[in-house]
């Protein structure tokens, strides 16, 4: 059973930066790629990035491209989410979850484990 835990969530200026960290339980955290996604109230849960297993190759949706980094530390079990230059339209819950695919996918499909998310609130 792999379980995931985000933290880092918070209420932030706009402008301002957070960074959200996802610790994975179990033995195999560097075989898998791993993403992040949000969903704000009333819309549906939408990509933010990806990561590669080994860190190597990375993805972003155009709404976040040269504001956020994923990036992971197999080591720590742990893949991470910085976000810089935020806006109010980034409030939403975010979510970590487990790739499925070899590829860097950004579909919720293509995911099988999620975390239970921590919220982001951007305020203007």
Same mark, same amino acid.
């Given at each position: ?48 990035? !990806? =990561?590669?297993? #080994?860190?190597?190759? *990375?993805?972003? +949706?155009?709404?976040?491209? &040269?504001?956020? /980094? ?28 487990? !790739? =499925?695919?070899? #590829?860097?996918?950004? *579909?919720?499909? +293509?995911?099988?484990?999620? &975390?239970?998310? /921590? ?6």
């Amino acid at each position: 059973q792999v379980q995931l835990v985000e933290s880092g969530g918070g209420l932030v200026q706009a402008g301002g930066s957070l960074r959200l960290s996802c610790a994975a339980s179990g033995r195999t955290f560097s075989n898998y790629g791993m993403g992040w996604f949000r969903q704000a109230p009333g819309k549906e849960r939408e990509f933010v990035a !990806s =990561i590669s297993w #080994s860190g190597g190759s *990375t993805y972003y +949706a155009d709404s976040v491209k &040269g504001r956020f /980094t994923i990036s992971r530390d197999n080591a720590k079990n742990t893949v991470y989410l910085q976000m810089n230059s935020l806006r109010p339209e980034d409030t939403a819950v975010y979510y970590c979850a487990r !790739s =499925i695919t070899l #590829s860097l996918a950004g *579909t919720v499909g +293509a995911y099988d484990y999620w &975390g239970q998310g /921590t919220q982001v609130t951007v305020s203007s």
